[in-house]
């Protein structure tokens, strides 16, 4: 089972500040990585699949990087909205795995 | 507009068998696996099942092998997940899922609609 590992747990930053959260995997994902995020009460959301590519209406100041073991979910300029929980999630093989979230919090 | 409505929560003893059930809407349903996610309170998401398509494949994590089956009906646009012999850590919310299969767009490889989930809790 490949491990998916997120840091930091929580990250403490305010509005239009630069967000960096990481994900690395126990062994290689190749590109096979996505990015949810989740807000309380609500179901998770695909924001980012295939380690770089937005979903749906999902805005540019959300990217994703990586390749491999090592990936990165950047929001440039937070807004009031994205503050919530992000988890990573790898479609490389079964089972497939999540990891344990990262939750960005208003400072 | 895609929708997926989950139904068959509730409470339920350990040893005992409940079945949930997600009725889709809005896509074309038998192209898209469809998948099954877990989330214990206060807890991350656990990946629990995904059925193909076509309903020929199949898979399960581990931890509900053998206890829980996916199932899926065309013609209803529903899929099914059957619990039985229910521990209190299955004590979650199951949230169904579209995707998370080996074909079709690379989007829809991942869980990219999901419902707003039903609560099984497992208590006697």
């Known amino acids: 089972e490949i491990v998916l590992t997120q840091s930091p747990a929580t990250l403490s930053l305010s509005p239009g500040e630069r967000a960096t959260l990481s994900c690395r995997a126990s062994?290689?994902?190749?590109?096979?990585l996505a990015w949810y995020q989740q807000k309380p009460g609500q179901a998770p959301r695909l924001f980012i699949y295939d380690a770089s590519n937005r979903a749906t209406g999902i805005p540019a100041r959300f990217s994703g990087s990586g390749s491999g073991t090592d990936f990165t979910l950047t929001i440039s300029s937070l807004e009031p909205e994205d503050f919530a929980v992000y988890y990573c999630q790898q479609r490389s093989s079964w089972p497939r795995t999540f990891g344990q979230g990262t939750r960005l919090e208003i400072k | 507009e895609v929708q997926l409505l989950e139904s068959g929560g509730g409470l339920v003893q350990p040893g005992g068998s409940l079945g949930l059930s997600c009725a889709a809407s809005g896509f074309t349903f038998s192209t898209y696996a469809m998948s099954w996610v877990r989330q214990a309170p206060g807890k991350g998401l656990q990946w629990v099942s995904t059925?193909?398509?076509?309903?020929?494949?199949?898979y399960y994590a581990d931890s509900v092998k053998g206890r829980f089956t996916i199932s899926r009906d065309s013609s209803k646009n529903t899929v099914y997940l059957q619990m039985n012999t229910l521990r209190a850590d299955d004590t979650a919310i199951y949230y169904c899922a579209r995707g998370g299969g080996l074909h079709g767009d690379f989007l829809s490889r991942y869980f990219d609609y999901w419902g707003q989930g039903s609560l099984v809790t497992v208590s006697s």
């Open positions: 059925i193909s398509g076509s309903g020929g494949s199949t």
């Open positions: 062994q290689s994902v190749s590109s096979y």
